[in-house]
């Protein structure tokens, strides 16, 4: 069992930048898979960005340019950088872990999940 805990959320104005984290339990995080969804007030969830256990990096394309998506074995956590943000970013951000390693952007591919982190951008 691997329990994810998401941290970093908060409210931002439009242009400004936040930084997400999610902690994972657990000894074997370095071969999971690991992605960041988001979910909009009424709105399905959605791929934000996953990296693979070896570090690949795959994005959405609205965030694509803007977010950055990193991990540190050593700390069992795994990041999100978010730049210039936007109101339309606003969104329950949920880390998200695969232990097959393979990078995915289906939702249905991740086996944990996080309770979320809220994030709220002005205009």
């Known amino acids: 069992q691997v329990q994810l805990v998401e941290s970093g959320g908060g409210l931002v104005q439009a242009g400004g930048s936040l930084r997400l984290s999610c902690a994972a339990s657990g000894r074997t995080f370095s071969s999971y898979a690991m992605g960041w969804f988001r979910q909009a007030p009424g709105k399905e969830c959605e791929f934000v960005a996953t990296?693979?256990?070896?570090?690949?990096?795959y994005y959405a394309d609205s965030v694509k340019g803007r977010f950055t998506i990193s991990r540190d074995n050593a700390k069992n956590t795994v990041y999100l950088q978010m730049n210039s943000l936007k109101p339309e970013d606003t969104a329950v951000y949920y880390c998200a872990a695969d232990p097959t390693g393979v990078p995915s952007s289906y939702r249905s591919t991740y086996r944990y999940w996080g309770q979320g982190t809220q994030v709220t951008v002005s205009s």
């Open positions: 990296i693979s256990w070896s570090g690949s990096k």
